[in-house]
């Protein structure tokens, strides 16, 4: 059983011949870097140690945050709505360009 993502299917433990896992695990290597990056910022990397980069049965990369405390999840998750309100209000005076849109340097 999994959800509309995959994220709940099985992870790769026996690899199939066909399936694209390397591109898949590359994928979340990326953005669990990029979250750990963003946590030493905050000094919660210590937090969540078990922050790992993995790979489902589809080749779906995922990327496992391990067990954290009550208390580390209540910040990310206090960052997060804080960013997402920043972003909002900065969007309502200022229009921005997505990464995608931005002109070249």
Do not use: C, H
């Amino acid at each position: 059983m999994t959800d509309r993502r995959g994220v709940v299917a099985k992870r790769a433990e026996n690899l199939s011949p066909g399936v694209p896992y390397v591109r898949g695990w590359n994928r979340a290597r990326q953005g669990a870097g990029a979250l750990a990056d963003q946590l030493v910022l905050f000094g919660l990397d210590s937090d969540f140690a078990g922050l790992v980069a993995d790979v489902n049965v589809f080749g779906d990369g995922i990327v496992q945050v391990g067990t954290v405390r009550p208390e580390a999840a209540e910040l990310l998750a206090r960052l997060i709505a804080a960013g997402l309100a920043a972003e909002s209000s900065d969007m309502t005076t200022t229009p921005r360009l997505s990464p995608w849109e931005a002109p070249a340097a």
